[in-house]
């Protein structure tokens, strides 16, 4: 069974540009979720996405949105880069809202490089 | 807002050894605390603990939760090279948000 997948692996974007980062669930999972790891701040919730809507999100600016498409893959977008917007974002999926305990799997990540 | 602490925050071992990390959460409402081990990138799911399900294991790994105290621990016997990573700790809130720990970095010296 293939697991959840990003893309790209690697982005280096320059302080004001936008940046798309990309993400594809486990088969089956219609929940999909993202999450930054900043160096020396872990892992930080910033979004969570359910049957195409948006369910929760974390304490962070507006400039970060996203989406979830028909086929359950999702989009994070980062408007106005800003140098401290480097960091791995991962993306996770899991089962939907009917299923009460949903354990979370893990993306590889994509390295964000802001210069 | 919901807190979780580990520690100790970094660990070396030799290899045979039995090690033992630790989780303790503030919440406001007990939901479920799940266990990932995280080598390069992606974290890898462990367990997950519920008030329904205390206690779990997978062959040398195994893990309990104190509601009493607030806290949990992850056990890993006869500990391998291949253990060497970050093990993170997460209490799961109401609206799926996982909030997680710093991380313990276990490093396994053969």
């Known amino acids: 069974e293939a697991g959840v997948t990003q893309s790209p692996t690697h982005l280096i974007k320059t302080r004001g540009q936008q940046a798309t980062l990309r993400c594809s669930p486990i088969?089956?999972?219609?929940?999909v979720y993202w999450y930054q790891q900043a160096l020396g701040l872990g892992l930080q919730f910033l979004l969570w996405?359910?049957?195409?809507?948006?369910?929760n999100r974390g304490n962070f600016p507006p400039r970060f949105s996203g989406r979830q498409f028909p086929n359950y893959s999702s989009e994070l977008n980062v408007n106005a880069l800003e140098l401290e917007d480097s960091a791995l974002y991962l993306c996770?999926?899991?089962?939907?809202?009917?299923?009460?305990?949903?354990?979370?799997?893990f993306g590889p990540g994509t390295r964000l490089t802001v210069l | 807002e919901d807190k979780v602490v580990q520690s100790p925050l970094s660990l070396v071992v030799h290899e045979g050894d039995t090690v033992t990390l630790n989780c303790s959460y503030e919440?406001?409402?007990?939901?479920?605390l799940l266990w990932y081990k995280q080598e390069k990138k992606a974290p890898t799911f462990l367990f997950m603990l519920?008030?329904?399900?205390i206690e779990k294991k997978s062959g040398r790994l195994s893990s309990i939760l104190d509601k009493k105290e607030l806290s949990s621990i992850l056990n890993i016997t006869a500990t391998q090279t291949g253990d060497s990573a970050i093990y993170l700790c997460?209490?799961?809130?109401?609206?799926?948000?996982?909030?997680f720990g710093a991380g313990t970095i276990l490093r396994v010296k053969s």
């Open positions: 996770a999926s899991s089962l939907g809202l009917a299923v009460s305990y949903n354990e979370q799997f």
């Open positions: 088969s089956g999972h219609t929940s």
């Open positions: 996405y359910d049957e195409g809507e948006e369910r």
């Open positions: 919440v406001t409402n007990f939901r479920s």
């Open positions: 519920t008030s329904s399900g």
């Open positions: 997460a209490h799961m809130e109401y609206g799926n948000k996982l909030v």
